[in-house]
């Protein structure tokens, strides 16, 4: 796969993007299907399941576009310098950050894909949970299709986690298009013969 160039992204992404991938390899058996999905350019909304602190980091190591990630800001006061140069933007999850939603929208409308978990945070029982309406409204906004993503398998040194691309989600603008999405990833995540989504780090 090429190295993601362009869209944005500096050295900075181009080195950890590439020393993550090599890391991902040794540390675990990875599969991607579904690719042909994600379009190769114009705007797109990632939407994978959450279970881990891993989800965000592989995922943007599968695609040759850079990835941008909607990403806790409780994080950044102390991971911010590096968050920012892969990509990331804070969300403040108690209420309704406008500006993040502003970031997203400005982003879409560049043409960028970014990464939201319809979820909106990890599902720490293994279910999948209720979908937030972000993802939905969004791609409403901007036309950027929703690409959804079962992520199934183990995070074990050199066990199979699989990431399964799905095609858009067909969304009608009413209170069932997060349902839809979740249902979407549900169905990829189902067609794994294990049929489980990742275990917790």
């Known amino acids: 796969m090429r190295i993601p160039r362009g869209e944005g992204v500096g ?3 181009v080195v950890i993007w590439t020393a993550a991938r090599i890391l991902f390899g040794i540390l675990f058996s990875i599969r991607v ?3 042909e999905h994600v379009p190769a350019s114009g705007a797109a909304i990632i939407s994978p399941n959450h279970r881990t602190a891993w989800d965000p980091p592989v995922v943007s190591t599968l695609l040759a576009r850079p990835l941008r990630h909607m990403a806790k800001a409780e994080l950044f ?7 920012r140069r892969v990509g990331s933007y804070p969300v403040r999850r108690q209420a309704v950050d406008m500006h993040a939603i502003r970031h997203s929208l400005t982003l879409l409308k560049a043409g960028r894909l970014i990464c939201i978990f319809p979820e909106g945070t990890r599902s720490r029982s ?3 949970g209720e979908a937030k309406s ?3 409204r969004l791609s409403l906004q901007t036309g950027a299709p929703v690409i959804p ?3 199934s398998g183990h995070y074990g040194f050199r066990q199979r986690v699989t990431f399964r691309f799905g095609p858009p989600v067909t969304l009608c603008d009413d209170d ?3 349902q839809r999405i979740m249902a979407a990833i549900a169905a990829l995540i189902s067609s794994d013969p294990r049929g489980q ?3 917790l780090i």
């Open 134 to 136: 972000g993802a939905a």
């Open 33 to 35: 299907e579904g690719l």
């Open 149 to 151: 993503v079962g992520i």
């Open 197 to 199: 989504a990742p275990g």
């Open 11 to 13: 050295v900075t992404y």
């Open 176 to 178: 069932q298009d997060g």
């Open 126 to 128: 293994g279910t999948l």
């Open 77 to 83: 006061p102390t991971l911010g310098f590096v968050l």
